[in-house]
């Protein structure tokens, strides 16, 4: 279950890891990350087990799993990406997936509960890599931001960046994303058909954990476009021909050429698996006045 | 002026267009948008003066400018994308800039202020495109989100969309966006040395109102990696290679050669005017554990 839990607010307690696990907030007992590569990571638990973990409230940084032991909390090997929990998050970051970030009291910051665990609500993986922690070994981070703000007036930036040589001071208070990507169940269905190659200009970008692709709604979600999140109305496009086609500088006739303006690019590659509709193609090319 | 106009916070009213304009949140004193194709919109107004609007809170639907009899105030002519004010938000919705935006007493909306005219702060533009108006002619409509949520309980979503006819509900709750770049006029200045054309594989995107790029920092912004916001540290990207540099797929030798593991791409395009930093670079590959 990716994002919110039904019932379970943000800012809500619990006693202890059994009571995170029965209410599906998290369900590991031990492990600090649920989830896959395949499905990307549920949540986390973000309670001070690593030393290079950092914790600014609405941005955090947080280490991966792996190579630690387990008397010493020492690190004594490198960590890596093939480590199911670190691959969930690479997972998260590429697909843009929300994470349910848990706060338990061992850690150290000052956003820790002074008792149990607290639910924090959703973050989204902005970036990653890798760097020598602080034992000498090599350990992978996530950089998280909080996705909804409670009070407008906390700044998404809180840590203290280095000042920049050249003009003026970094605006911290704001999160500025381009493409906004509806991701849904069905868009997971399309990409896997397509294996993640682009249906108009057959790119697969490989990327480390596998090979990255967008699903594009023909008919735009949400008003005024109110097309539905249907497989028949999804294509598996590159970022590239994602960008010209939400723009309108791409489109689709009716027998599935694409076409720029007057220009034939060449037939769309389609799958037996999945149909695409031709009213939603219909209700794209009008947007465009094509 | 893009984004918050310091000392100016959510909900604040003010008494007409005349206090808008000196406080700087909204400048022109009659139109609804302000910006340029340039520059992206800074502000919109909703005040209901167009039937094809709709509110519905933290998602609005805007009708562009013109083709509108100003003494009937009915829809006269077609609307074009190459009005300032219309190609301004399609500036801000490639770019993924913010808009202000301030409801007036005016609008039907439940949404709107009593009296005068309220700042709902920053919305982002998620998608655009065309239809037939009310009155018989085409209008342009753009999707506005707002960007940062004040009670985290109210959906961003709160439009009806329409049932879905295969598979479960749409999750109405969540945002999700995936790659989140930062846009900062350091970013801007190196977009316009390269004209959009990306540094590693020189593709140009043409897209309505001009062509499309992406900055990357190469030592990422913000913690872990603290990079700074200055030119020597941004490359111009198509979407493609922006996901293959961000992700480690791709990165660059001291000599400005594109590598992909330990393959020769290509020597990175570049312009006298832009001075990559070497350190930067270097921190990059780090990253990756090239």
Same mark, same amino acid.
């Given at each position: 279950m990716i994002? &919110?839990? +039904?019932?379970?607010t943000s800012g809500q307690m619990f006693p202890n890891r059994r009571s995170l696990h029965?209410? *599906? /907030? %998290?369900?590991? =007992?031990?492990?600090? @990350?649920?989830?896959?590569?395949?499905? *990307?990571? &549920?949540?986390?638990?973000?309670?001070?087990?690593? !030393?290079d973990d950092e914790d600014h409230g609405t941005v955090i940084v947080y280490t991966g799993h792996g190579g630690r032991d387990p008397q010493s909390e020492k690190?004594?090997?490198?960590?890596?990406?093939?480590? +199911?929990? $670190?691959a969930a998050l690479v997972t998260s970051y590429l697909e843009g997936l929300p994470v349910r970030v848990i706060r338990g009291a061992q850690s150290q910051s000052p956003n820790a509960p002074s008792a149990g665990y607290r639910y924090d609500g959703l973050y989204s993986v902005t970036s990653f890599g890798s760097r020598m922690g602080n034992d *000498?070994?090599?350990?992978?981070?996530?950089? =998280? &931001?909080?996705? /909804?703000?409670?009070?407008?007036?906390?700044?998404?930036?809180?840590? $203290?960046?280095?000042?920049?040589? &050249? *003009?003026?001071? @970094?605006?911290? #208070? =704001?999160?500025t994303t381009q493409r906004v990507v509806r991701n849904t169940g069905f868009?997971?269905?399309? !990409?896997?058909?397509?294996?993640?190659?682009?249906?108009?200009?057959?790119? #697969?970008? @490989? /990327?480390?954990?596998?090979t990255y692709s967008e699903a594009?709604?023909?008919?735009?979600?949400?008003?005024? %476009?109110?097309?539905?999140?249907? /497989?028949? $109305?999804? =294509?598996?496009?590159c970022p590239n021909c994602h960008v010209l086609f939400d723009s309108g500088a791409i489109y689709?006739?009716?027998d599935f050429v694409v076409m720029a303006g007057n220009s034939e690019i060449g037939p769309l590659r389609l799958d037996p698996r999945h149909h695409i509709r031709l009213a939603f193609v219909q209700n794209h090319r009008a #947007?465009?006045?094509?």
């Open positions: 994002g &919110e839990i +039904p019932g379970v029965d209410a *599906g /907030v %998290h369900r590991p =007992l031990q492990a600090g @990350i649920c989830g896959t590569s395949r499905t *990307g990571a &549920e949540s986390i638990v973000v309670s001070g087990g690593y !030393k690190q004594i090997a490198d960590q890596s990406l093939a480590d +199911p929990g $670190n *000498g070994f090599r350990v992978w981070q996530f950089r =998280l &931001e909080a996705l /909804v703000l409670t009070d407008q007036s906390s700044a998404p930036y809180s840590e $203290n960046l280095p000042l920049q040589p &050249e *003009g003026a001071p @970094i605006q911290r #208070r =704001l999160v868009a997971r269905q399309v !990409k896997t058909w397509h294996r993640d190659q682009c249906q108009v200009c057959d790119t #697969r970008l @490989i /990327v480390p954990g596998g594009a709604h023909i008919q735009a979600l949400g008003a005024p %476009h109110h097309g539905p999140d249907i /497989v028949g $109305n999804i =294509l598996c496009l689709l006739r009716d #947007r465009w006045r094509y």
